[in-house]
């Protein structure tokens, strides 16, 4: 069976865009309790380690620049079928591809600039959390 947690990255182009809060009422509406949020800037290294699994793709350094480019806000997320039920909810990584009224659809610009992260499996959910939560910080 699959989790109820998961985790969400509001990235820079949507924070410097002021979308960030109506984002989160739209992660509300869609059913998601936001656990646990805060405001964070990635260093070169950390935006490193977050993406190592794309480590050299032609988009790596391109991403790595994007998500070092200003403050991100992060969250951990609880909702039945977390996982799978947030990636619908955020879209396909395309916006262009995205159905309509998913998050990336409507905040996002392009694959480079699509305005959310969601992750795409329990085990990295618990990664992700634990890589920007000490473990005070995400005690439920
Ligand atoms: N990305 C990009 N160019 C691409 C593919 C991906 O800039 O051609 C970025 C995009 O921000 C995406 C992230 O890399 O969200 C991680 O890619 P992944 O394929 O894991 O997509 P996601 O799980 O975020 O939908």
């Not at 935006?47 to 480590?55: D, T």
């Not at 200003?70 to 262009?96: Q, S, Y």
Request: proline residues 4%; aromatic residues 10%.
């Amino acid at each position: 069976m699959s989790g109820n947690i998961t985790f969400t990255i509001i990235k820079p182009d949507a924070v410097s865009k002021n979308y960030t809060e109506a984002i989160f009422e739209k992660i509300e509406k869609a059913g998601f309790e936001v656990l646990k949020r805060k405001d964070v800037c990635l260093t070169k290294e950390l935006a490193e380690n977050f993406y190592e699994i794309h480590k050299g793709q032609p988009f790596f350094a391109g991403l790595v620049e994007f998500m070092t480019s200003g403050p991100i806000v992060v969250a951990a997320l609880k909702k039945g079928n977390a996982v799978e039920d947030f990636r619908a909810t955020i879209g396909k990584t395309n916006p262009l591809e995205a159905a309509e009224g998913t998050i990336r659809k409507v905040y996002g610009e392009m694959v480079s600039r699509n305005a959310i992260h969601g992750s795409d499996s329990d085990e990295n959910a618990q990664r992700e959390i634990r890589f920007f939560f000490t473990p005070e910080e995400v005690e439920f």
